[in-house]
Structures are given as structure tokens and as C-alpha cells.
């Protein structure tokens, strides 16, 4: 398996406009796709990019006189990716320490923990 690296909450927002396109885009979409309130420059946005391409998140493909971005893995790829670092650096690699503090605090409910013995049982 590939060595990624978490992403920044900043990264996070291009990810997400990355991964909402079936195939490649480019600075300029992306820019245009910001969320309302997000003013970032083009130099902003090509320093989060470049960025992400340094850690093994997306490629980059020059055409013509803009580079195409593309994810090198999909949004639950990266999410599966996070939940394990999570569960290495929170709970030392323990899912049954996850469960636990997930009981503990009550967060937990009873369609929850239904739904987690029925994917057990799997």
C-alpha cells in the first residue's frame, strides 16, 4: 500500500472539489468551486496543490498551458486511511479502545451498535 500523509483541513477543501470531478481538473475550476468566503489567490491554491501532489494525494498532467489534477485515491480510501491513523495514534492501534470510549461517552446508539454487531456478524 501506498505511504500517505494526512492532509491539512485547507488541503482537505481542494480534496473535496478534486474528488467531486470524474476526471481531471484544472487550478482554474478549482478556484471557481471554492466555497463562498474562500478568497484564496491562484498562488494559494497551486501551493495546497503541490502540496498534496508531494504527499502521493493527487498527480498532476501538463496540458497545453494548465496542469490537469487528479486523485490518486478516492475520498473513502483517504477516510479509511484517516480512521486508522486515528485508532494508531489515539487509541495505540486498539479498535476495541475505540469502541470502549465510543460507549463510555454514550455516543453510541442503539441503531449504532445494531448496525455494528450486524457488521460483525459479517
Known amino acids: 500500500m501506498t505511504k500517505w500523509q494526512r492532509i491539512s483541513e485547507a488541503e482537505k477543501q481542494i480534496m473535496e472539489i478534486v474528488w467531486s470531478h470524474e476526471g481531471p481538473i484544472t487550478t482554474a475550476e478549482i478556484?471557481?468551486?471554492?466555497?463562498?468566503?474562500?478568497?484564496?489567490?491562484?498562488?494559494?491554491?497551486?501551493?495546497?496543490?503541490?502540496?498534496?501532489m508531494e504527499k502521493g494525494i493527487i498527480?498532476?498532467?501538463?496540458?497545453?498551458k494548465a496542469n490537469h489534477y487528479e486523485a490518486c485515491l478516492t475520498e473513502q480510501e483517504y477516510r479509511n486511511f484517516e480512521t486508522r491513523q486515528f485508532i494508531n495514534d489515539v487509541h495505540h492501534g486498539s479498535v476495541s479502545g475505540l469502541i470502549s470510549a465510543l460507549c463510555e461517552n454514550g455516543d453510541l446508539k442503539k441503531e449504532d451498535i445494531e448496525e455494528l454487531m450486524k457488521r460483525l456478524k459479517e
Open 31 to 52: 478556484i471557481e468551486e471554492l466555497p463562498e468566503g474562500k478568497a484564496w489567490k491562484q498562488n494559494t491554491v497551486i501551493t495546497f496543490l503541490a502540496r498534496l
Open 59 to 64: 498527480t498532476a498532467k501538463r496540458i497545453g
